[in-house]
């Protein structure tokens, strides 16, 4: 029997709306027992790890990440994609299918799901496209990849543009049981923006990427959630407009939801002009939440760590984003991690690829922007990361009840830590938040009982 015991923690599970501090007995991978239980059943010789002055809860899922393998292991693999989730506190991970090839066949979802039980130390979940090659042209054979174990249908990175594809994507999602989840980018009012269409696209000189160009295919999902009762799920939302048109479907009981990712509602728009204009402007809010630091971090102007898909947007959007989360329209939180190599992304602003590593920073910025800015509980911010998720793709994660399988995740939401992409375990280092001071630090990892990441909490001295 291998046991583990947490004790001196304070256990907050949003699914079981738990939030006291507790003991939390782990037996051979599963939720054994949790409070007075937990102490008293522990065997004498159980493990024991001290959380006093830590936050307890269900190890956290993201549900929107490019691990790029197969086919682009240059950028990352399964194995450093998921030591860069253990080390951001996340158990589960779901990763999105445009590899190379692209995860379109029961084959490629085997081999992956192989891979993933050899060199992934976290769980990853597969997604299957939903047209073949993510071309757009032709559904992908929907039913033998939900039978391979795919937890959702997603051409993330393409968008389908044809609407009778798109319905019939969606019934036969709905066939199957299968969430449909759908990268908004209507191509023809995009074109080959790189930026949000605003003051600073025009200042900068960049082709601008408008919001309508998000909000018109949020709108159209919506209308396929109504029209076949697919569950639609909105991916990356960025804009106003579209956190307004969920607010108003939800209300209508249509199946639809979206995510928002930290960089949309920490950042906007004028950060592609470098810090000195973004702390002069729209930083300015964050120096709220931000830990007192001497200088703050710089970064020149054209910097491609701040271009990503959809962009950076308004003040007014990120705003928005924040009210969208606020007020439970937007459930869930995830990262859209994106590696990407350094001599890719070394490039003139126009020709960088699209998008930045999130998993390591993701749970500091969002307790930041949600927490400590009193937006939201604890346990809201928790929900958002667990149970949300779970529910959203049916996965038997998301809880500590008994039974459960024991991932879990420790973190001090007020720990101050540097992160540097020079130490961080993703393969790429394309992050906007490099030399930030962030607060909320994970201490602990741990998945079906087995500790996968652990750091030594500071020592205070007295
Ligand atoms: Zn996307």
């Not at 199946?255 to 592609?272: K, M, Q, R, Y």
Request: include cysteine.
């Amino acid at each position: 029997m291998n046991a583990l015991l947490l004790t001196g923690g304070r256990i907050i599970d949003p699914a079981n709306r738990l939030d006291a501090p507790a003991d939390l007995l782990i037996i051979d991978g599963k939720i054994s027992a949790v409070g007075k239980d937990a102490t008293t059943q522990a065997p004498a010789d159980a493990a024991r790890l001290d959380a006093k002055g830590q936050i307890v809860c269900p190890g956290l899922i993201d549900l929107h990440v490019h691990l790029r393998e197969p086919g682009q292991t240059a950028k990352e693999n399964i194995a450093t994609g998921t030591a860069a989730a253990a080390r951001g506190g996340f158990t589960s991970i779901v990763c999105m299918p445009n590899t190379a090839p692209a995860i379109d066949s029961a084959g490629t979802v085997a081999s992956i799901r192989d891979r993933a039980a050899q060199a992934g130390i976290v769980n990853v979940f597969v997604t299957g496209t939903i047209t073949k090659n993510i071309a757009g042209e032709e559904l992908a054979p929907i039913g033998s990849l939900k039978r391979a174990g795919v937890v959702a249908i997603t051409d993330d990175g393409h968008c389908i543009q044809n609407n009778e594809l798109m319905r019939r994507a969606c019934e036969y999602a709905r066939m199957f049981d299968l969430t449909v989840m759908d990268h908004c980018q209507d191509y023809s009012l995009v074109t080959d923006g790189v930026m949000h269409e605003g003051y600073w696209n025009t200042a900068l000189g960049l082709r601008g990427w408008p919001s309508a160009g998000e909000e018109m295919i949020v709108a159209r999902n919506i209308l396929m959630a109504e029209l076949t009762g697919a569950r639609v799920h909105c991916q990356h939302l960025s804009a106003a407009g579209s956190v307004a048109l969920i607010r108003e479907a939800k209300k209508r009981g249509v199946p639809i939801s979206g995510e928002a990712c930290p960089h949309h509602f920490v950042l906007t728009d004028a950060a592609v002009a470098g810090s000195q204009k973004f702390w002069a402007t729209d930083g300015k809010p964050l120096l709220e939440v931000l830990p007192r630091q001497a200088t703050f971090p710089s970064w020149p102007n054209y910097d491609t760590n701040f271009k990503m898909n959809p962009p950076l947007r308004s003040a007014k959007d990120r705003e928005a984003i924040l009210e969208g989360l606020t007020d439970g329209t937007i459930e869930i939180l995830c990262s859209d991690h994106a590696p990407h190599c350094d001599y890719e992304k070394e490039v003139e602003f126009d020709y960088a690829p699209f998008g930045i590593t999130g998993l390591e920073t993701e749970l500091a910025l969002s307790l930041m922007q949600l927490y400590h800015s009193k937006r939201l509980s604890l346990s809201d911010v928790i929900a958002k990361y667990t149970i949300a998720p779970a529910r959203l793709l049916n996965l038997k994660k998301g809880t500590l009840g008994v039974g459960a399988d024991a991932d879990v995740t420790i973190f001090n939401p007020d720990a101050e830590w540097l992160f540097d992409v020079a130490t961080n375990a993703s393969k790429s280092k394309n992050s906007p938040f490099h030399n930030w001071t962030l607060k909320g630090r994970v201490t602990g990892t741990i998945v079906n009982g087995k500790k996968v990441f652990a750091e030594q909490p500071e020592t205070v001295s007295v």
